[in-house]
Protein backbone atom coordinates (compact mmCIF):
# COMPACT_ATOMS: atom_id res chain seq x y z
CA UNK A 1 0.00 0.00 0.00
CA UNK A 2 1.66 3.38 -0.90
CA UNK A 3 1.74 6.08 1.01
CA UNK A 4 -1.28 8.95 1.31
CA UNK A 5 0.24 11.80 3.69
CA UNK A 6 0.88 14.91 1.65
CA UNK A 7 4.66 15.35 2.11
CA UNK A 8 4.55 20.06 2.85
CA UNK A 9 6.16 21.81 0.43
CA UNK A 10 8.72 22.83 3.18
CA UNK A 11 9.26 19.96 5.51
CA UNK A 12 11.14 19.40 8.30
CA UNK A 13 14.09 17.06 7.96
CA UNK A 14 15.90 15.11 10.30
CA UNK A 15 19.07 13.82 9.82
CA UNK A 16 19.28 10.39 11.96
CA UNK A 17 23.40 9.52 12.49
CA UNK A 18 24.62 13.16 11.64
CA UNK A 19 27.81 12.96 13.53
CA UNK A 20 29.48 9.78 10.92
CA UNK A 21 31.24 10.76 7.94
CA UNK A 22 27.42 10.32 5.55
CA UNK A 23 25.64 12.14 8.21
CA UNK A 24 27.91 15.06 8.05
CA UNK A 25 27.62 15.27 4.29
CA UNK A 26 24.11 14.76 4.13
CA UNK A 27 24.54 18.34 6.09
CA UNK A 28 26.61 19.69 3.24
CA UNK A 29 24.68 18.00 -0.06
CA UNK A 30 21.17 19.62 2.04
CA UNK A 31 23.29 22.84 1.80
CA UNK A 32 24.57 23.09 -0.98
CA UNK A 33 21.80 22.05 -3.48
CA UNK A 34 19.16 24.40 -1.46
CA UNK A 35 17.07 21.80 -0.48
CA UNK A 36 13.54 23.38 0.66
CA UNK A 37 13.34 22.55 3.95
CA UNK A 38 11.70 24.54 6.78
CA UNK A 39 14.17 22.79 9.96
CA UNK A 40 16.91 20.47 9.64
CA UNK A 41 17.57 18.64 12.67
CA UNK A 42 20.90 16.90 13.34
CA UNK A 43 20.66 13.42 15.41
CA UNK A 44 23.15 11.20 16.88
CA UNK A 45 23.61 9.08 19.90
CA UNK A 46 23.62 10.56 23.29
CA UNK A 47 27.28 10.88 23.47
CA UNK A 48 27.35 13.15 20.65
CA UNK A 49 24.13 15.38 22.46
CA UNK A 50 25.45 19.16 22.67
CA UNK A 51 28.26 18.88 20.19
CA UNK A 52 27.60 21.27 16.86
CA UNK A 53 27.81 20.38 13.21
CA UNK A 54 28.15 23.28 10.46
CA UNK A 55 25.10 24.02 8.36
CA UNK A 56 24.43 27.16 6.64
CA UNK A 57 27.00 29.49 7.89
CA UNK A 58 26.13 28.69 11.59
CA UNK A 59 26.05 25.35 13.39
CA UNK A 60 23.19 22.94 14.06
CA UNK A 61 23.33 21.82 18.25
CA UNK A 62 23.53 18.09 17.96
CA UNK A 63 20.59 15.76 19.62
CA UNK A 64 20.34 12.59 21.37
CA UNK A 65 18.13 10.69 19.31
CA UNK A 66 15.15 9.03 20.96
CA UNK A 67 11.27 8.05 19.32
CA UNK A 68 9.99 11.73 20.33
CA UNK A 69 12.26 13.46 17.97
CA UNK A 70 10.47 12.67 15.11
CA UNK A 71 7.05 14.17 16.66
CA UNK A 72 7.62 17.24 13.95
CA UNK A 73 9.54 15.43 11.07
CA UNK A 74 8.65 14.68 7.15
CA UNK A 75 11.47 13.91 5.97
CA UNK A 76 14.30 11.75 7.93
CA UNK A 77 17.89 10.85 6.28
CA UNK A 78 19.15 7.48 8.19
CA UNK A 79 22.32 6.70 8.53
CA UNK A 80 23.26 5.42 11.66
CA UNK A 81 23.81 2.03 10.91
CA UNK A 82 21.58 -0.75 10.43
CA UNK A 83 20.35 -1.89 14.26
CA UNK A 84 19.62 1.91 14.86
CA UNK A 85 17.07 1.62 11.44
CA UNK A 86 15.87 -0.91 12.92
CA UNK A 87 14.92 0.17 16.70
CA UNK A 88 13.61 3.57 15.22
CA UNK A 89 12.01 2.59 11.95
CA UNK A 90 8.17 2.31 14.06
CA UNK A 91 8.48 5.53 15.94
CA UNK A 92 9.33 7.40 12.70
CA UNK A 93 6.59 5.62 10.69
CA UNK A 94 4.38 6.13 13.72
CA UNK A 95 5.07 10.08 13.69
CA UNK A 96 3.76 10.26 10.02
CA UNK A 97 7.44 10.83 9.18
CA UNK A 98 8.94 9.41 5.49
CA UNK A 99 12.04 6.92 6.60
CA UNK A 100 14.85 7.22 4.11
CA UNK A 101 17.18 4.88 5.29
CA UNK A 102 21.05 4.29 3.83
CA UNK A 103 21.63 0.90 5.85
CA UNK A 104 21.08 -2.32 4.33
CA UNK A 105 18.56 -2.94 6.76
CA UNK A 106 15.37 -3.25 4.48
CA UNK A 107 17.03 -3.23 0.81
CA UNK A 108 15.80 -6.41 0.23
CA UNK A 109 12.42 -6.27 2.58
CA UNK A 110 9.01 -6.64 -0.17
CA UNK A 111 7.38 -3.70 -0.21
CA UNK A 112 10.29 -1.73 0.11
CA UNK A 113 11.87 0.70 -2.47
CA UNK A 114 15.31 0.67 -3.64
CA UNK A 115 15.73 3.81 -5.32
CA UNK A 116 18.33 5.04 -7.44
CA UNK A 117 16.53 8.53 -8.96
CA UNK A 118 18.52 8.38 -12.62
CA UNK A 119 17.21 4.41 -12.27
CA UNK A 120 14.09 3.71 -10.92
CA UNK A 121 12.46 7.29 -9.69
CA UNK A 122 8.98 6.09 -10.16
CA UNK A 123 9.55 3.20 -7.47
CA UNK A 124 9.12 5.74 -5.04
CA UNK A 125 5.46 6.04 -5.54
CA UNK A 126 5.06 2.57 -4.19
CA UNK A 127 6.55 3.45 -0.27
CA UNK A 128 4.77 3.17 2.53
CA UNK A 129 6.56 5.70 4.38
CA UNK A 130 10.10 3.59 4.33
CA UNK A 131 12.42 3.93 1.30
CA UNK A 132 16.02 1.91 0.80
CA UNK A 133 19.11 3.80 -0.29
CA UNK A 134 21.24 1.34 -2.18
CA UNK A 135 24.55 0.38 -1.66
CA UNK A 136 27.26 2.50 -2.30
CA UNK A 137 29.07 0.28 -5.05
CA UNK A 138 25.66 -0.42 -6.33
CA UNK A 139 24.10 2.88 -7.09
CA UNK A 140 27.93 3.86 -9.63
CA UNK A 141 27.22 1.16 -11.57
CA UNK A 142 23.36 0.74 -11.75
CA UNK A 143 23.48 4.68 -13.21
CA UNK A 144 25.67 3.45 -15.89
CA UNK A 145 23.96 0.05 -16.86
CA UNK A 146 20.70 1.63 -17.31
CA UNK A 147 21.64 4.14 -19.48
CA UNK A 148 23.42 1.13 -21.22
CA UNK A 149 20.08 -0.37 -21.81
CA UNK A 150 19.08 1.68 -24.07
CA UNK A 151 21.94 0.60 -26.65
CA UNK A 152 21.03 -3.58 -26.19
CA UNK A 153 19.43 -5.79 -23.96
CA UNK A 154 21.84 -6.65 -21.04
CA UNK A 155 22.50 -10.54 -20.33
CA UNK A 156 25.26 -10.47 -17.94
CA UNK A 157 27.42 -7.91 -15.73
CA UNK A 158 30.52 -9.28 -13.85
CA UNK A 159 32.14 -6.09 -11.67
CA UNK A 160 35.79 -5.57 -9.66
CA UNK A 161 35.46 -2.65 -7.20
CA UNK A 162 38.12 -0.98 -5.85
CA UNK A 163 36.46 0.55 -2.61
CA UNK A 164 37.86 3.52 -0.57
CA UNK A 165 38.61 3.39 2.89
CA UNK A 166 35.70 5.96 3.90
CA UNK A 167 33.34 3.50 2.58
CA UNK A 168 33.96 2.02 6.26
CA UNK A 169 33.24 5.54 7.98
CA UNK A 170 35.12 7.69 10.10
CA UNK A 171 37.07 5.64 11.83
CA UNK A 172 37.71 3.49 8.67
CA UNK A 173 39.08 6.58 7.05
CA UNK A 174 41.14 7.80 10.25
CA UNK A 175 42.93 4.27 10.84
CA UNK A 176 44.12 4.43 6.83
CA UNK A 177 45.48 7.88 7.91
CA UNK A 178 47.17 6.08 10.86
CA UNK A 179 48.14 3.49 9.45
CA UNK A 180 49.98 5.07 6.33
CA UNK A 181 51.82 7.51 9.02
CA UNK A 182 52.83 4.38 10.72
CA UNK A 183 53.91 2.52 8.11
CA UNK A 184 56.33 5.97 6.70
CA UNK A 185 57.30 6.16 9.61
CA UNK A 186 58.88 2.89 10.07
CA UNK A 187 56.59 1.86 12.58
CA UNK A 188 54.28 -1.46 13.27
CA UNK A 189 50.45 -0.15 11.77
CA UNK A 190 47.73 -0.57 14.09
CA UNK A 191 44.97 -2.77 12.88
CA UNK A 192 41.60 -2.64 14.78
CA UNK A 193 38.79 -1.14 12.32
CA UNK A 194 40.27 -3.49 9.05
CA UNK A 195 41.09 -7.03 9.18
CA UNK A 196 44.47 -6.99 7.91
CA UNK A 197 46.39 -3.47 6.74
CA UNK A 198 44.66 -1.00 4.39
CA UNK A 199 47.67 1.33 4.01
CA UNK A 200 49.69 0.08 0.80
CA UNK A 201 47.65 -2.95 0.29
CA UNK A 202 44.57 -3.80 -0.91
CA UNK A 203 41.73 -6.22 1.19
CA UNK A 204 39.54 -8.66 -0.81
CA UNK A 205 37.30 -8.64 1.63
CA UNK A 206 34.27 -6.63 2.54
CA UNK A 207 31.90 -7.16 4.47
CA UNK A 208 31.39 -10.83 6.46
CA UNK A 209 31.86 -14.21 4.68
CA UNK A 210 29.14 -16.31 3.21
CA UNK A 211 28.84 -19.54 3.13
CA UNK A 212 29.39 -19.60 -0.28
CA UNK A 213 32.36 -17.96 0.15
CA UNK A 214 31.70 -14.50 -1.16
CA UNK A 215 31.19 -11.55 1.43
CA UNK A 216 28.30 -9.92 1.97
CA UNK A 217 28.83 -6.81 0.13
CA UNK A 218 29.52 -8.55 -3.23
CA UNK A 219 25.92 -10.37 -2.52
CA UNK A 220 24.42 -7.14 -1.90
CA UNK A 221 25.72 -6.06 -5.55
CA UNK A 222 24.23 -8.97 -7.05
CA UNK A 223 20.69 -8.85 -5.73
CA UNK A 224 20.17 -4.99 -5.07
CA UNK A 225 21.14 -4.64 -8.75
CA UNK A 226 18.22 -6.82 -9.96
CA UNK A 227 15.76 -5.10 -7.93
CA UNK A 228 16.39 -2.07 -8.52
CA UNK A 229 16.53 -2.46 -12.57
CA UNK A 230 14.11 -4.36 -11.67
CA UNK A 231 16.09 -7.57 -14.24
CA UNK A 232 15.33 -10.78 -11.61
CA UNK A 233 17.41 -12.67 -14.62
CA UNK A 234 20.02 -10.68 -15.09
CA UNK A 235 23.20 -12.84 -14.36
CA UNK A 236 25.73 -10.39 -12.23
CA UNK A 237 28.66 -11.46 -10.63
CA UNK A 238 30.80 -9.78 -8.26
CA UNK A 239 34.22 -9.42 -7.04
CA UNK A 240 35.21 -6.04 -3.86
CA UNK A 241 38.22 -5.35 -2.54
CA UNK A 242 39.49 -2.45 -0.58
CA UNK A 243 42.00 -0.14 -1.30
CA UNK A 244 43.93 2.43 0.61
CA UNK A 245 41.95 5.20 -0.89
CA UNK A 246 40.23 8.13 1.05
CA UNK A 247 37.68 8.81 -0.66
CA UNK A 248 35.88 7.45 -4.10
CA UNK A 249 34.86 4.05 -5.17
CA UNK A 250 36.26 2.84 -8.65
CA UNK A 251 35.16 -0.59 -10.78
CA UNK A 252 35.87 -2.24 -13.71
CA UNK A 253 32.83 -3.43 -15.10
CA UNK A 254 32.16 -5.80 -18.08
CA UNK A 255 29.00 -6.08 -19.65
CA UNK A 256 27.97 -8.69 -21.86
CA UNK A 257 24.64 -7.45 -24.24
CA UNK A 258 21.81 -10.06 -25.74
CA UNK A 259 22.44 -8.33 -28.80
CA UNK A 260 25.03 -6.54 -31.33
CA UNK A 261 25.87 -2.86 -30.71
CA UNK A 262 27.27 -0.26 -32.35
CA UNK A 263 30.26 0.89 -30.01
CA UNK A 264 29.59 4.63 -31.42
CA UNK A 265 25.91 4.05 -29.64
CA UNK A 266 27.81 3.07 -26.54
CA UNK A 267 29.69 6.14 -26.33
CA UNK A 268 26.89 8.20 -27.18
CA UNK A 269 24.55 6.82 -24.78
CA UNK A 270 27.04 7.39 -22.03
CA UNK A 271 27.73 10.99 -22.84
CA UNK A 272 24.65 12.18 -23.21
CA UNK A 273 22.98 9.99 -19.92
CA UNK A 274 21.70 11.73 -16.65
CA UNK A 275 24.01 11.91 -13.88
CA UNK A 276 27.27 10.46 -16.00
CA UNK A 277 30.16 12.40 -17.16
CA UNK A 278 32.10 10.70 -19.82
CA UNK A 279 36.11 10.78 -19.41
CA UNK A 280 37.52 8.85 -22.32
CA UNK A 281 40.53 9.69 -24.13
CA UNK A 282 43.69 7.47 -24.74
CA UNK A 283 44.66 10.20 -26.92
CA UNK A 284 45.56 12.23 -23.94
CA UNK A 285 45.08 9.85 -20.82
CA UNK A 286 41.81 10.82 -19.80
CA UNK A 287 39.89 8.49 -17.50
CA UNK A 288 38.42 8.73 -14.01
CA UNK A 289 40.79 8.30 -11.15
CA UNK A 290 39.37 8.08 -7.47
CA UNK A 291 42.09 10.64 -5.81
CA UNK A 292 41.08 13.14 -8.24
CA UNK A 293 37.57 13.31 -7.98
CA UNK A 294 36.54 13.28 -4.13
CA UNK A 295 33.76 15.72 -3.14
CA UNK A 296 32.17 15.63 -7.15
CA UNK A 297 28.34 14.85 -7.51
CA UNK A 298 28.31 12.12 -10.88
CA UNK A 299 29.05 9.17 -11.78
CA UNK A 300 32.30 9.16 -13.99
CA UNK A 301 32.81 6.79 -16.95
CA UNK A 302 36.53 5.69 -18.83
CA UNK A 303 38.16 3.18 -20.39
CA UNK A 304 34.80 2.02 -22.90
CA UNK A 305 36.16 -0.57 -24.94
CA UNK A 306 35.09 -3.50 -26.69
CA UNK A 307 35.69 -7.52 -24.97
CA UNK A 308 36.39 -9.03 -28.13
CA UNK A 309 36.69 -12.19 -25.87
CA UNK A 310 33.00 -12.29 -26.05
CA UNK A 311 30.72 -11.60 -29.34
CA UNK A 312 28.50 -9.07 -27.77
CA UNK A 313 30.53 -7.18 -25.00
CA UNK A 314 32.39 -4.43 -23.59
CA UNK A 315 34.40 -3.50 -20.44
CA UNK A 316 34.17 0.00 -18.99
CA UNK A 317 35.86 1.72 -15.63
CA UNK A 318 33.62 3.80 -13.63
CA UNK A 319 34.43 6.14 -10.41
CA UNK A 320 32.07 8.20 -7.72
CA UNK A 321 32.41 9.48 -4.53
CA UNK A 322 30.99 7.11 -2.28
CA UNK A 323 30.02 9.91 0.51
CA UNK A 324 28.31 11.49 -2.18
CA UNK A 325 26.50 9.61 -5.25
CA UNK A 326 26.94 6.31 -3.72
CA UNK A 327 25.15 7.38 -0.44
CA UNK A 328 24.13 11.37 0.89
CA UNK A 329 23.58 13.09 -2.48
CA UNK A 330 21.38 9.47 -3.44
CA UNK A 331 19.13 10.32 -0.03
CA UNK A 332 19.10 13.97 -0.89
CA UNK A 333 17.82 13.12 -4.55
CA UNK A 334 15.30 10.68 -3.33
CA UNK A 335 14.04 13.39 -0.80
CA UNK A 336 13.49 16.11 -3.72
CA UNK A 337 11.51 13.78 -5.75
CA UNK A 338 8.71 13.58 -2.36
CA UNK A 339 8.84 17.27 -2.24
CA UNK A 340 5.17 17.87 -4.03
CA UNK A 341 6.28 20.14 -7.15
CA UNK A 342 8.42 17.49 -7.68
CA UNK A 343 5.68 14.67 -8.43
Not at 90 to 98: E, M, T, W
Not at 171 to 189: F, I, K
Not at 309 to 337: H, M, T, Y
Amino acid sequence: MSWTKPMPAHPVVAVAGATGAVGREMLLVLEQRGFAASQVKALASAKSAGSTLPFKGGELVVEEMRPESFSDVDIALFSAGGSVSEEFKDAVLAAGAVMIDNSSAFRMTDGVPLVVPEVNPQAIRQHSGLIANPNCSTIQMVVALNALRAVAPLKRVVVSTYQAASGGGLNAMNELDLQSRQYLGGEEPTVKFFAHRLAFNCIPQIDVFLDDRSTKEEWKMVVETKKIMSEPDLAVCANCVRVPVVRSHAEMVNVEFAADFSLDDVFLTLAAADGIVLMDDPATQTYPMPGLLAGTDKVYVGRVRRDDSLPWAINFWCVADQLRKGAALNAVQIAELLLPERG
